[in-house]
């Protein structure tokens, strides 16, 4: 089982902030939190990873709560091509994905 | 950015053939590829984990001489779909990785067995 827990979907209007929550209660201390995408009928696509301080890149922003226990991505504009399935995800053994259903994101026009 | 390719991208073959899928990282030595499968409207399963000339490590309920895979380079890892019949019908997707830093995934194979 993920180690993470996602709401299934969410909506998101097209030029506002989309910000996708994540729980990972169970998290100990040297474990990273990643986050992929996957378009339809795609492989995921790497967005962004962070241990405990808040990152950002191109793509996306995330923060991570002080106590590490939940994660929000944050995408500052979102576009249409932005809708996808996001995946929050804590590797297992230090490598190994489990996927969950993750978050359903639909950017609306 | 790291690129992963995969091929075939698409596939279509008669029951009991063997299906190849390799994939290939084209910019970096990849210390650990991983290979899924995803059924329709459901997440990735990890079904196994391949370092460079070392055996592959199977998850559990993955048949091993079902699903053959070779990693000979840093570069390079396949899979081989043996004997295959329409419950292996799937898409197949592929990651590689550096030592401490992120996977990154090919576009995916779909495996149509008739």
């Known amino acids: 089982d993920a180690k993470t827990t996602q709401p299934p979907s969410m909506d998101c209007a097209e030029g506002r902030a989309a910000n996708l929550p994540c729980n990972h209660s169970t998290i100990s201390g040297n474990e990273y939190v990643y986050w992929y995408r996957q378009i339809h009928s795609q492989g995921p696509q790497y967005i962004i990873h962070?241990?405990?301080n808040n990152e950002t890149n191109e793509m996306a922003s995330l923060i991570i709560t002080e106590d590490r226990k939940s994660s929000t991505l944050i995408l500052p504009h979102a576009t249409l091509r932005d809708t996808a399935v996001y995946y929050c995800i804590l590797p297992f053994y230090g490598q190994n994905f489990v996927f969950g259903p993750g978050t359903r994101l639909s950017v609306l026009p | 950015g790291a690129v992963v390719s995969q091929h075939p991208s698409w596939v279509i073959c008669k029951s009991g053939t063997s299906v190849k899928i390799e994939c290939r990282s084209l910019?970096?030595?990849?210390?650990?590829m991983f290979w899924y499968r995803q059924f329709p409207k459901q997440s990735l399963m990890l079904m196994a984990t391949s370092n460079e000339g070392s055996k592959a490590t199977y998850e559990q309920g993955v048949e091993k001489d079902k699903f053959l895979i070779n990693h000979a380079s840093l570069t390079l890892s396949t899979l081989t779909v043996t004997s295959a019949h329409p419950e292996d019908s799937s898409f197949y997707i592929c990651?590689?990785?550096?030592?401490?830093?992120?996977?990154?995934f090919g576009d995916g194979t779909r495996l149509s067995i008739l």
């Open positions: 910019d970096f030595q990849a210390t650990t």
């Open positions: 962070g241990l405990k």
């Open positions: 990651s590689a990785s550096r030592t401490g830093q992120p996977q990154h």
